[in-house]
Every structure is written in structure tokens, then in C-alpha cells.
């Protein structure tokens, strides 16, 4: 029963009913939907349209209200009486009447325009430096604060070097001093010739003038109208409680000055349309929203239609399917359940219907296949039975086959196995033998290197011994070199004396010439007056002997260090010359050294020489060994290769048998298998 509950619940009239039913029910749905979206949509828009050009026209009152300011400030600007006055109360030589009666004229001429606009809380010229004292404001403005918001403030207007600067509404107005929201507009009064006469303009604006300005626009019926600074900053808001703070409502424009709409949601998440127009004097932003819903309550009752209609189709769509599921499901019902029967082995089953459509024509094919099937499972019983028969004839003679197949593979596995151990030791001999080979080549190279060093050594042994018969012959050079300066600084002492004993005898005569110069100047200062030139004469007789006294003496040093250096020369000669005759019997012992050492390594060279021979002759030997190896290997692995190809045929052909027994078997469990299915069907 579960089972036919399953396949009614699968069946084609259900399927079916599902299509028809789904498809009247979803496009129903859709269009009532879109139909629904769509309206709401063009609402939507034309309202959002409505909305935009509410907001441009509001902001474009706006606009004209801040240009009338820019245009009063600009006025003031050019204000050649207000410029000559500034520069008057600046100057230091003025007078107190004077100043005052300027600073009074200045004060009603920024009363006048305060005083004419209800809108204005007040109009003020402002010092640089923000000294309340020297600063101008009119009637009813309360006095100049300072504070580091200020002075940034007054600093931006500083910076703008003269153009007009707008400032957000502020609950406390520019100086945080009222009691009343204002807006601010500054410049700076710029006077070249005088710097210090330059004024900050400030005109501030009540916050209700823009709430007058904007009190006739609507958007919805619970819309807002809000101002905000490109930083989302409100200016203005019918709630006084939001100055000052921000906007959740962000407006992105992308770069764009175009007016547009969109829709967000707003801090409780309820869908907003916002329609926005950029001021053009303040460039902030006029922004108002509504709640889509009061926009769209309209539009509620096309959804209630599209409900009634929806719930129409569905009866429709009911009715349909109790027509499909009565003329088609249950005839192809009864079918799946004669086909059930059919399964279980009844081919006696046959349908009762009568109708001449697609149900009738299917009933009759039904019956006629029942038929064909029971001829079919009749023929079918006597091939199985022959089927059978020959299985077990098969089966016979596969285990036959299978059995002589396992011998000969044991047989064959046998031979493989030795010829693979008779092939595993000539493999090893083979290694061994090269082993050798490599430790034969090993030795013949180092007897070669051995050989080539004792080459080097001999070569460079007669090298030494050459240096060293060349030593001995400049060592004996050096001797008799030694010996010829020893003579000649003998000869030198013996000269160097000569000239002590010639300066000497020159220092004696220098003596003797000072005395007789000395006596002649004693005999012409006796002559007086006669005397005088001979005087002279004895004295430059005493200077010569003088100076040749002082050339003497230094003559007689040099002579005496040239004395003492070849002392020491000839005491450094007469020490070295035994070491040179020490180092000359040196020399000749290294000498013979080298002699007997080139002898040594001639006789080592034929050692090498008779070990190189003995060492080929050992190779070639080895050599033949290898061959030999090789060829025993390779019958080998041709023996093993063939026994092993013998013995995979052999085991090849008993698995084919044995797999040939198995499909016997097979065979012959699928026949008593397909017998026995067979035997259920009832024909």
C-alpha cells in the first residue's frame, strides 16, 4: 500500500495538477505583482519629481535671500566713507572727539542695515586681533568672545583673502553669545595701503528666516526639510535640537551638481525617498525625505485586488486539477497497478479499457505486450534448459585444462627460480671483477702520479745542486772581495795618518804666523805714523792665519771621523770574514746533500718503472677475467629470461583456466538462476 501511495503521489496526474496549478497560481501572482511594483514605481517617480522641483524652487528663494547678503557685503566693501573712516580711527594722532564721532557714524551705518531686515540679528566689523575695543557691531549684539573654534573660524576668513565664507548655523550664534540659532556669512574688508585698517564683515543671519523661507514646502505628509554642509553637517532643520549634528542621511554626489533622488533608509530603518538641490552661493545642500509609504497608500488597493484575483485562481486552478486527475490519473492508476502484478510474475493481467483515446489505444498495447511476453518466457525456458547442459559439459573440461596448466607453470617456476640464482652470481662475480678492475686502475694511477713527482723531484733537485755550485762560486767571490776592502781600508788608516801628521805641521806653521804677525804690528806701532800701512798689512797676515787655523781644525774632525768610520769598517770586515768562510763550507756540505739526494731518486725511478710493467700486466689479466664473466652473465640472463617467459605463459594459461572454471561455474549458477526466475511467470 505504501508503495502505490508513493507512486500515486509521483503519478502524471499529480504532476500534472502540480503544473497547472503552480503555473495559473505564479502568473496570477506575477502579474498582480508587477502590476502592484509598477504603479508604485511611476508614483514613485512623478513624485519624486514633484518633490525636486518643490526643492530647487525652495532653494532658489534661498539663494536669493544669501546673494542679498553677498550683495550688502559687497556694498560695504566698496564703501569708499566706510574705507576712509577705518583708516582714520586707526591712525595714531587722532583725536578722542574725532574717533568718536567716527566710531558712532560707523556703529549706525551697520545699525541701519541690521535695523532693515528683520532677518539680520546683526551686522558687525570685526578686529583682526578679535579686540572687542576695537571692534564695531550694531544695535542689540552682544560683545566679541574668543575661543580657539573662533579664531579658526576668523582664520578661514583670513585666508580667503576677501571672498565671502559662509558658516553653518550655530545654536549660539558666531560668538556663542545668543539665545537665538544663527547662520554667518564673513569677509575681510582688505585695504592695501593700510593693513590695519583691514575688518572682518560678519552679517548674522537668524535661523528662522530660513524656516520662513521654507515653511511652505512639503514633502509627504511626514517629510523633513533639512540644510547640511558637504560633510553632512545640518545648517537648518525643523527640529532646532539637530543643529550642529549630523545627518544620518548621507548624499553622495559623485562629483555631480545636479539636482536628483534616491532612497535609503533612515535611522529606524523605514524607506525614505530624498530629493536634494545643491545651493549655489553656500554650495550646501537642500535635502528633503518622506517615508515611501505616504506616498504609496494608494497603491494598497491594487494589492488587495491582485489578492482576490490570486485566491480565484487557485479555485480555478483546484477544479482543473479534479478533471485531469479523474480522467487521466486514475486509468493510469489502475495500469501501474496491472503492471505491479505484471512484475511479481502474472503475465495473465490484462486492462478493461474501452475508450478510443490515448488511455484506450495505451490499455490495448498493454495487453498485446503481455501477450508477446508470454510467448517470450516460454522460449526462453527451453534455452535456459539447454544453456544448463552445457555449462556442465564446459565445466568438465576447463577443471581438466586447469589442472595439467598448474603443473606445467610449477615445473616452469621451478626452472626460473635457478637460473635466476645461476644469473644472481654471475652478477656478483661480474661486480667483484670490476671491484677489482677499479682498485687495479686506482694503483696504476698513483704509481703515474708516483713517477711524475719523482720526475719533479729529480728536475728539481739538479736545479738545487746547479744554485748551489753557484753559490759556492759567489760565496768565494764575497771572500776575496772581503779581503781586497780589509787591504784597502788598511791603506786608507795609513793615508789618513799621513794627512794628520801634514795638518799637523800646517797647524804649527799657523802658530808661527800669528807671532810674526803679531811682532810686525809691535814694530809699526813703534814706526807711529810710518808704520801704519805696514800695520796694516800684519793685520790681514793675522786674520789669514787665523782663518786658516779655523780650516785646519775642521779639515782635522773630518779627518779624524773618516778615521774612526774606517776603524769600524775594517773591525766589521775582520769580523765577517769568518762567517763567509763558515757559510762557504755550508754550502759545499748542501751541495753534496743535493748530489746524494738526485742519486737516491734516479734509483726510485726504476723502482716505479718495474712496478708500472708488473701493474699492466695485471690489468690486462683482470681483462680478460671480466670477459670472460660477462659472457657466462649474458648465456645466463638468456637461459633465465627464456625459462621466466616459459613459466609466465605456463602460469598465463593456468589462470586463463582457471578463469575459464570460474565462468563454467558462472555459467552454470546464471542458468539455474535464470530457470528458476522464470519459473514464476505464469503463462
Known amino acids: 500500500m505504501n508503495k502505490i501511495r508513493i ?56 539663494d536669493f535671500l544669501f546673494l542679498q547678503y553677498e550683495a550688502s557685503s559687497k556694498q560695504l566693501a566698496v564703501d569708499t566713507e566706510l574705507k576712509h573712516d577705518l583708516e582714520l580711527i586707526n591712525q595714531a594722532d587722532i583725536g578722542t572727539v574725532q574717533k568718536r564721532d567716527l566710531e558712532e557714524g560707523i556703529r549706525n551705518k551697520l545699525t541701519s542695515i541690521s535695523g532693515s531686515d528683520s532677518r539680520l540679528m546683526g551686522v558687525r566689523l570685526v578686529k583682526k586681533d578679535l579686540v572687542e575695543a576695537s571692534s564695531y557691531k550694531s544695535a542689540g549684539v552682544s560683545g566679541v568672545r574668543t575661543d580657539d573654534d573662533i579664531q579658526a573660524k576668523v582664520k578661514q576668513i583670513i585666508d580667503a583673502k576677501g571672498q565671502i565664507v559662509w558658516f553653518p548655523t550655530t545654536t549660539k550664534g558666531f560668538f556663542n553669545s545668543y539665545s537665538e540659532a544663527t547662520l554667518t556669512m564673513g569677509r575681510l574688508l582688505r585695504n592695501m595701503k593700510q593693513p590695519e585698517a583691514e575688518y572682518i564683515l560678519l552679517f548674522e543671519i537668524k535661523d528662522k528666516a530660513v524656516g520662513e523661507i521654507l515653511s511652505n514646502l512639503k514633502i509627504g505628509v ?73 506616498f504609496v497608500k494608494g497603491t494598497n488597493q491594487l494589492l488587495y485586488v491582485t489578492v482576490i484575483v490570486i485566491l480565484v485562481a487557485v479555485m480555478f486552478a483546484l477544479l482543473i486539477g479534479y478533471y485531469v486527475v479523474r480522467n487521466v490519473g486514475r486509468p493510469l492508476a489502475k495500469l501501474c497497478n496491472l503492471m505491479v502484478e505484471g512484475e511479481e510474475g502474472n503475465l495473465q493481467v490484462r486492462t478493461t479499457f474501452h475508450s478510443e483515446d490515448e488511455i484506450g489505444r495505451l490499455g490495448s498495447s498493454f495487453n498485446q505486450m503481455m501477450h508477446q511476453i508470454g510467448l517470450l518466457v516460454d522460449q526462453t525456458n ?84 746547479d744554485y748551489m755550485d753557484e753559490l759556492v762560486r759567489k760565496t768565494d767571490t764575497i771572500v776575496e772581495m772581503n779581503r781586497t776592502m780589509v787591504n784597502h781600508a788598511e791603506t786608507l788608516k795609513k ?140 648465456v645466463v640472463e638468456e637461459t633465465s629470461a627464456s625459462t621466466e617467459e616459459v613459466a609466465s605463459m605456463s602460469s598465463q594459461q593456468y589462470i586463463v583456466s582457471e578463469k575459464l572454471v570460474d565462468l563454467s561455474k558462472r555459467l552454470e549458477e546464471m542458468s539455474e538462476t535464470f530457470k528458476q526466475s522464470l519459473v514464476k511467470f505464469k503463462t
Do not use: C
Open 495 to 634: 793615508s789618513t795618518s799621513s794627512i794628520q801628521k801634514i795638518l799637523e805641521l800646517m797647524g804649527s806653521m799657523t802658530q808661527q804666523t800669528n807671532i810674526l804677525s803679531l811682532n810686525a804690528s809691535i814694530e809699526a806701532a813703534r814706526a807711529g805714523t810710518a808704520g801704519r800701512g805696514f800695520m796694516v798689512v800684519a793685520d790681514e797676515i793675522r786674520n789669514l792665519a787665523d782663518g786658516s787655523k779655523q780650516s785646519i781644525q775642521t779639515v782635522a774632525e773630518i779627518t779624524d771621523e773618516i778615521w774612526r768610520g774606517i776603524e769600524h769598517t775594517t773591525a766589521s770586515l775582520n769580523a765577517v770574514s769568518p762567517m763567509m768562510a763558515e757559510q762557504r763550507v755550508s754550502v759545499k756540505e748542501a751541495s753534496s746533500i743535493f748530489q746524494s739526494v738526485k742519486q737516491q731518486m734516479d734509483e726510485f725511478l726504476v723502482e716505479i718503472d718495474n712496478s708500472s710493467v708488473f701493474v699492466k700486466e695485471l690489468i690486462e689479466s683482470q681483462q680478460q677475467l671480466s670477459v670472460s664473466i660477462t659472457s657466462i652473465s649474458a
Open 382 to 465: 527451453r534455452s535456459a534448459q539447454e544453456v544448463l547442459d552445457t555449462a556442465d559439459e564446459l565445466t568438465l573440461v576447463s577443471k581438466s585444462t586447469s589442472i595439467a596448466a598448474g603443473e606445467i607453470a610449477d615445473a616452469s617456476r621451478e626452472i626460473a627460480v635457478g637460473a635466476s640464482n645461476l644469473a644472481m652470481e654471475a652478477e656478483s662475480e661480474s661486480v667483484l671483477s670490476e671491484s677489482i678492475a677499479e682498485k687495479i686502475n686506482k694503483v696504476s694511477l698513483s704509481n703515474n702520479t708516483m713517477e711524475q713527482a719523482a720526475s719533479r723531484v729529480v728536475q728539481v733537485s739538479e736545479q738545487g745542486s
Open 222 to 294: 511626514n517629510g523633513q526639510v533639512k540644510v547640511i554642509t558637504d560633510s553632512n553637517r545640518i545648517v537648518h532643520a525643523q527640529d532646532n535640537a539637530l543643529l550642529e549634528t549630523q545627518s544620518f542621511i548621507h548624499i553622495d554626489k559623485d562629483g555631480e551638481e545636479s539636482d536628483t533622488s534616491f532612497t535609503t533608509d533612515d535611522e529606524n530603518g523605514v524607506e525614505q525617498l530624498v530629493v536634494y538641490k545643491t545651493l549655489d552661493t553656500t554650495k550646501w545642500t537642500m535635502m528633503g525625505y518622506a517615508p515611501i509609504s505616504d
Open 7 to 62: 507512486l500515486r503521489f509521483k503519478s502524471i496526474s499529480t504532476k500534472l495538477f502540480a503544473i497547472l496549478f503552480s503555473g495559473i497560481v505564479i502568473l496570477s501572482t506575477a502579474l498582480g505583482l508587477s502590476s502592484y511594483q509598477l504603479s508604485k514605481g511611476i508614483i514613485k517617480q512623478e513624485v519624486s519629481l514633484a518633490s525636486s522641483q518643490a526643492i530647487v524652487q525652495a532653494a532658489d528663494k534661498l
